[in-house]
């Protein structure tokens, strides 16, 4: 065949496989029998292996994922990823309906409610049609580019459908206006990543066949197969991709996308897959009919769902009413009860966490529940067995508290026989048999109480630093699991997280199911980590309530761990997400002289101390260290536009009017915010006040 040849039949070939791919994975419809896809399949790998110019980013045989990456470098969204604020009840569905009609008194409201796929939520970015760039929602602001695993995906395009007035059957469109034919020269739309249970079920099987450890749940398997370094990996995994929403276009002003219905049918003539129900509401009645409808019709879709998120249809009406600073007024998630089995207590043990907490375990007879098999559960804390007199033998009520952690939420009395024995709390440690304490709980997560093994070489204490250090969110070293860990500290190869870089082949090769081929992995995983970002070394410490979200604030703010080391409390609780507790935990943390000699052994070692996502503006700027507060309309800034400003400047936007707001900036019908600011002597500043203070 000619180049000229193959270049035409590779066109058509990509065309067709494109229109098939799109039948079949985002309509459901297949329009081609298996074994003929494969043939045109293979012909298009064929021709490509042939004539190797041919293979476009966007080609279908890109799916299978490219080269490995080192890691997910930070990507900022063109708007921002607000979380949803959530309800489980009815009563309040209606009040934030009474709440919203109360922004926007005279307008009559229409309503969307969606199935909340329990998934992980990405950003998909397209320039001329074609996918660009990929990203996790992150901090809501900024994510991680995982553009290389996305691709993998049958349901993410990668490049858009030229718009017809048609849909796949033929029939005409005529919701879709001519003006929408064009695809913007930018746009970012919205989704979730999941897994459907026939597919994590499958995945399960595959890892137990290989002695490999199985994942909890679908949603636990997506986020972990998204966080992979390796495309390969997760071309392998049965992820799906559904898109609920556009964050931002080119020409969004456009008439014909300003409400949200005709957006989800716009998206899903463009190539995405969208939501496969939707209902379209006028009343309180009418919400409350929908989501208890999709709460009978969920258990049959292919995939798991935690509730139903409803929206306002109008995009103007989404403008008027905004956001807090954390989610947007228009919109909430209502979680459905969550789901809860009996079965039968068998025995109660001691579970002791990186910061020496010991928590009881409930070990249970199997049963399944929300989408796994449960066998052990939580049972928080001493205080909270004896409130409940859980005893050993019991039969309880488990339930996932929000349908994640399993816990024991109580106990069936009327199927107690006598023979049930009371748990008595250990007196020592079970793990090093060193004393414990009583005390109010520190760590992030912990009750309120709490008993503390007060040994910090407890090798429970040791395995549990490793493993927070080793996982995917912290310094992400593949193949350092709970299994590696728990081998590293019982040969005492490892003490603490510095004696991870002076692992050898050689120390490795004595080690149980440790081949060759593992430990190079192991150890080449181990060198990779050297090169993380800082804010990923500073979550990877295990500072006491120093989470995620606070360690990327820190290296926003601070170009390097040693300017961080250097900075105050006053200092510290400048910074967005750290207040006095925080500062205080991570100023104590830097202070011990046993801290300090890690961090230098670490930097002996080779690690990487500055930041990637230093903002020298943010550090520097003239609203350092004030918050504001944004109310009401603005006659020409949105509020995302004057928020994006103050944190440019060094500012930081606040939901609520406090003793600590240095400005309010108040818009038309500013309500209570504007009030409670003229009580406390708060500033005030209208739009043009605020572009003056911006030095505009």
């Known amino acids: 065949m000619l180049p000229k040849e193959a270049e035409h039949r590779h066109a058509e070939l990509v065309e067709q496989i494109r229109a098939h791919d799109y039948a079949y994975y985002v309509l459901a419809h297949p329009t081609i029998a298996d074994q003929e896809y494969d043939r045109l399949y293979r012909e298009l790998v064929d021709l490509e292996h042939k004539f190797p110019a041919l293979i476009m980013p966007d080609s279908p045989t890109q799916r299978v994922g490219g080269a490995p990456l080192t890691e997910f470098k930070p990507v900022q969204h063109l708007t921002p990823m607000r979380s949803l604020d959530n309800t489980y009840s009815q009563d309040e569905l209606r009040e934030f309906v009474h709440r919203v009609q109360r922004l926007v008194p005279r307008e009559k409201l229409e309503w969307m409610v969606e199935p909340k796929v329990d998934g992980v939520a990405v950003n998909l970015r397209y320039e001329k049609g074609v996918l660009t760039i990929g990203a996790t929602r992150g901090d809501g602001t900024t994510g991680d580019d995982i553009t290389e695993n996305l691709k993998t995906i049958r349901t993410a395009p990668h490049r858009l459908k030229a718009l017809k007035l048609s849909n796949a059957h033929g029939d005409a469109e005529s919701s879709i206006p001519t003006a929408l034919q064009t695809i913007p020269k930018v746009m970012e739309v919205r989704g979730e990543v999941y897994m459907t249970r026939a597919g994590f079920a499958r995945l399960n099987a595959e890892r137990k066949k290989l002695s490999e450890e199985t994942f909890a749940n679908p949603r636990n398997a997506t986020a972990g197969s998204l966080k992979q370094l390796d495309p390969g990996i997760v071309a392998k995994r049965p992820l799906d991709l559904v898109i609920y929403g556009l964050g931002f276009a080119d020409g969004a002003d456009n008439q014909d996308l300003q409400r949200h219905d005709s957006v989800l049918s716009w998206l899903k003539l463009l190539g995405f897959k969208t939501p496969e129900k939707t209902w379209h509401c006028r009343s309180v009645e009418e919400l409350i009919g929908a989501i208890e409808e999709l709460d009978q019709l969920r258990q049959k879709f292919s995939y798991e769902t935690d509730g139903a998120v409803i929206k306002l249809n109008s995009y103007a009406l989404r403008e008027k009413t905004g956001f807090t600073s954390k989610a947007p007024r228009w919109a909430i998630a209502y979680k459905y009860a969550a789901e809860q089995a009996e079965t039968r207590l068998h025995g109660i043990t001691i579970q002791v966490g990186r910061t020496g907490a010991l928590t009881p375990v409930a070990e249970l007879e199997p049963v399944f529940l929300a989408g796994s098999t449960i066998s052990r559960a939580t049972l928080h804390n001493e205080d909270e067995l004896r409130r409940k007199d859980i005893r050993i033998g019991d039969t309880v009520t488990i339930e996932k508290a929000g349908e994640v952690i399993p816990a024991v939420v109580g106990v069936v009395l009327t199927k107690r026989t006598g023979k049930e024995r009371a748990f008595e709390f250990p007196s020592v440690c079970p793990e090093c048999q060193s004393a414990v304490s009583r005390s ?144 205080e935990s991570l100023v104590d943390w830097l202070a011990k002289k046993r801290n300090q000699q890690l961090i230098e052994r670490l930097r002996a070692a080779g690690l990487n101390f500055r930041s990637t996502q230093f903002d020298s503006k943010s550090a520097l700027g003239p609203f350092s260290g004030k918050t504001f507060v944004l109310t009401g309309t603005l006659p020409k800034l949105k509020r995302d536009d004057a928020a994006a400003k103050i944190e440019t400047l060094g500012g930081k936007v606040s939901g609520s009017v406090s003793q600590k707001t240095d400005y309010v900036i108040a818009g038309e019908e500013a309500g209570s915010k504007l009030e409670k600011a003229r009580r406390l002597g708060v500033t005030i500043l209208d739009e043009a006040q605020f572009l003056k203070l911006c030095g505009q």
């Open 440 to 583: 109010t709980g520190a760590a992030v997560g912990e009750s309120a109480v709490v008993w503390r093994c007060t040994n910090g070489d407890c090798p429970a204490q040791v395995r549990g630093r490793l493993e927070h250090w080793c996982s995917r969110g912290a310094m992400d070293i593949e193949g350092a699991g709970e299994v590696l860990v728990a081998q590293l500290v019982k040969h005492a190869l490892v003490r603490d997280v510095a004696d991870l870089y002076s692992l050898t082949l050689e120390r490795l090769a004595n080690l149980e199911r440790m081949g060759e081929k593992s430990a190079r992995n192991l150890l080449a995983g181990i060198e990779a980590s050297k090169e993380r970002d800082l804010w990923r070394l500073i979550f990877g410490l295990g500072i006491l309530h120093v989470g995620a979200g606070v360690a990327k604030s820190l290296a926003r703010r601070f170009p390097s761990f040693d300017a961080l080391s250097q900075a105050t409390i006053e200092q510290l609780t400048q910074i967005e997400d750290v207040g006095g507790v925080i500062a």
